[in-house]
């Protein structure tokens, strides 16, 4: 794999893609024409090796792509009309999408499951060790003691902490100090790990994955972005890199290992590993199942799927998704690796209703999303610019040490920090009942009190709450900072569980505040008609839920499939209203300071080929984007009956263009048709080594019938067998907002530009992203493999 090996995905070899995209058109190689069937060449008995493949680098043809399956599945049915065992061939073609759907979702889920048994026990061995079973994890040691106190249920004399173990001593400086020590060297020993292991075996194995896996699902081709080796580097820092205690979270890059295994399944099956176009089908619902493992919310992984990484979304692929989504999260609830029965961490049961006067303060979790989010994107890019011109990008391993060392040293004094942020998120999405533990429920009960357990009424603060608010700001202010600093480091790191830390720590200081003034002052106008004295009114864990979807919003600017997630990921199913509140005012918010979500301001750092879906409102024409331009050499073309094969090799040699246009002659310039730079290489190879009479100053025609060549002419060679005689053309006054609508919705490689019928020019995807970045005041050179 030609990648530097302490590099990212994001650094992607610029030399090699500059040349992969000289021209912005696929080196690849069809199998047959794009209009009509039949072998590469006339003398072509047997298909080359490599024909139909893309080389590194490269976008992909999705209209070729298209017309392949077309024609295989045409040739499948002709044939099944002929056996009883074709017949049965074709039913096995038919049903082997359905087979790898639910290979995915077995594979995906399993994996998920693993990972999340791992990070449990892992993340507990930080603190301490069970001394009856070393694998357990604290929660699961004590389940299975005997001398466990409903009071005291997180303490057991089989889990015993690391300074108790060595020294004999609970409590005293000494014991916090070893204990502390320990933190840290724990953190440091997991964050090494996971570095090393992503530095030296899989270097594509880093980051969250999902801008790359948008970028390939827009027909970019990453060669090793999604092999086997990326799987099981994947798989094993990112439990590593979760354990060390770093703010990040596992559910981005549980995308990525989904799509892995979707791509692992796809090299079983010709029909998916021949096909680009296709193999971007199962992607697609892959990265469904991963966000449905990821959340236990099939639903909203469908949905995220379409939302935020799909490029090419048929109705097919979405019934597919929604399969391997199902056998995903079926078999993750078959591992129950929370071991509550259910397939979410965060589950809730509230035991009040919202009301109207609630959406205040939810549409203002909204603002504070939107804010958030659009902070976190400036300063986390700066902070990736930065990166790539200073030492901390030529020594990975020391700035992942670096943060993992101030993050343990500082997250160990707060008890909100120090434990894992999944069940810091689970704490402050929880109601307070009767039974509740924690801090954050240390309210002043009523003696007289005689309701039932589940309904509270508002209590006043009592010091543990007002202790917590303190621990809880803390929280908020290191999440924010840290978080920054965190995303986009050489380890495996995703988003989704530190944004909604974020959001959930704000939501839940601002449920406290607003509950303790309509106790206080519930003889307010706001609270008069709808909080009664001794009525349980406000539910700060809802507040903590409406927080924490705003916050991810804000970052990914994802909507339905936030929503849907959200209810799916707590089972507050009644509370839709105020988390669409929320993510709406969040995306308005975010939106209105900066158009771009965190995913695609990643793609445009690293420079990947994406056209995203933003409208293009420039008036612009396509002559002012083609090439050549003015003072530039002229357009490198073939003519249909008049080259030679010298003139060919010659025209290959001194140039880096994937592709030719063919011409009636260079007089006319009247366009024939285009052909692809390996189909001429791989045409003429063979022709010499197959074909007597083939020479250098052999005529090369694309024509049906052979020129009339004089008898001392050596014999032509025919390749109108790789010609695409309907290239897509545009006329040199076609508006570029239509012209880049074209390209998006087709899948384009390229466009020629005629008039009249008479070749003026050609506009790639690299022309059109280079004009975008300029009418956008960018520097059009520096957006492409930055």
Known sequence: MKTQNNHCSSDLNTNMADMAEADGISNATPTEEINGAGNLMDFLDEPFPDVGTYEDFHTIDWLREKSRDTDRHRKITSKSKGSIWEFIKSLLDAWSGWLVMLLIGLLSGTLAGVIDLAVDWMTDLKEGVCLSAFWYSHEQCCWTSNETTFADRDKCPQWQKWAELMTGYTEGAGAYVLNYFLYVLWALLFSFLAVSLVRVFAPYACGSGIPEIKTILSGFIIRGYLGKWTLLIKTVTLVLAVSSGLSLGKEGPLVHVACCCGNLFCSLFSKYSKNEGKRREVLSAAAAAGVSVAFGAPIGGVLFSLEEVSYYFPLKTLWRSFFAALVAAFTLRSINPFGNNRLVLFYVEYHTPWYMAELVPFILLGVFGGLWGTLFIRCNIAWCRRRKTTLLGKYPVLEVILVTGITAVLAFPNPYTRRSTSELISELFNDCGALESSQLCDYINNPNMTRPVDDIPDRPAGPGVYSALWQLTLALIFKIVITI????????????????????????????????????????????????????????GLYAMVGAAACLGGVTRMTVSLVVIMFELTGGLEYIV?????????????????????????????????????????????????????????????????????????????????????????????????????????????????????????????????????????????????????????????????????????????????????????????????????????????????
């Open 578 to 786: 105020p988390l669409m509140a929320a993510a709406v005012t969040s995306k308005w918010v975010a939106d209105a300071l900066g158009k771009e979500g965190i995913y695609e301001a990643h793609i445009q750092l690293n420079g990947y080929p994406y056209l995203d879906q933003d409208e293009f409102t420039h008036r612009t024409l396509a002559t002012d984007v083609m090439r050549p331009r003015r003072n530039e050499m002229p357009l490198s073309v073939l003519t249909q009956d008049s080259t030679t094969v010298e003139d060919v090799e010659m025209l290959i040699k001194d140039t880096d263009y994937n592709g030719f246009p063919v011409v009636v002659s260079r007089e006319s310039e009247r366009l024939i048709g285009f052909v692809q730079r390996r189909d001429l290489i791989l045409a003429i190879k063979n022709a010499r080594q197959k074909q007597d009479g083939v020479v250098s100053n052999s005529v090369v025609y694309f024509t049906e019938d052979a020129p009339q060549l004089s008898v001392s002419n050596p014999q032509p060679l025919k390749l109108r067998r790789i010609l695409n005689l309907s290239p897509f053309t545009v006329t040199d006054h076609t508006p570029m907002e239509t012209v880049v609508d074209i390209f998006r919705k087709l899948g384009l490689r390229q466009c020629l530009v005629t008039r009249s019928g008479r070749l003026l020019g050609i506009i790639t995807k690299k022309d059109v992203l280079r004009h975008m970045a300029q009418m956008m005041n960018q520097d059009p050179e520096s957006i492409m493999f930055n």
């Open 485 to 540: 600093f965190t995303f986009g480091m050489k380890i495996p790191s995703g988003l989704f569980i530190p944004s909604m830390a974020v959001g959930a720590i704000a939501g839940r200081i601002v449920g406290i505040a607003v509950e303790q003034m309509a106790y206080h002052h519930h003889d307010w106008i706001i609270f008069k008609n709808w909080c009664r004295p001794g009525a349980d009114c406000v539910t700060p």
